[in-house]
């Protein structure tokens, strides 16, 4: 019987640490609904303090677009940057916050490219969200 509990228990265990880290995507998730709940794409994922991470948009032109990111309770700190397809910086906010916003009207409807930063996580790994949305 000590047996079968024992192994009950471990069986349990990757649930339960499932169910830790989906804690934090549900913030962020929550987040994003929040700030954007109709959001064109949203983009989420988990970086480690001080590393980031490329996603590619497409953007249409004359459309007014912000990207706004969003990042868990353990993150205090979070930057994005709008980048063209080889990296070139267009538009950036590093202001070091935990809901950095980019805005921005593409001349020509292309693909772009965006960056986010975990610049401070308290907990490491931190999930983060990216919204892109039209504004009116």
Not at 40 to 66: D, P
Not at 97 to 105: A, C, L
Not at 108 to 133: H, I, N, Q
Request: a neutral charge; charged letters at 20%.
């Amino acid at each position: 019987m000590r047996a079968l509990l024992a192994a009950v228990a471990v069986s349990l265990v990757p649930a339960t640490v499932a169910a830790q880290a989906n804690r934090w995507q549900r913030q962020v998730q929550e987040q994003l609904e929040r700030v954007s709940p109709h959001a064109r794409t949203t983009k989420t994922g988990v970086l480690n303090l001080e590393e980031s991470e490329w996603f590619a948009v497409t953007l249409t032109a004359g459309v007014s677009y912000s990207i706004i990111g969003v990042c868990d309770n353990d993150c205090s700190s979070l930057q994005l940057v709008l980048a063209t397809p080889d990296r070139n910086e267009l538009v950036t906010d590093r202001r070091g916050e935990n809901f950095p916003v980019v805005r921005f009207t593409p001349a020509e409807t292309r693909d772009f490219r965006v960056k986010v930063v975990m610049d401070a996580c308290l907990v490491s790994p931190c999930w983060y969200g990216v919204a892109v949305v039209e504004r009116q």
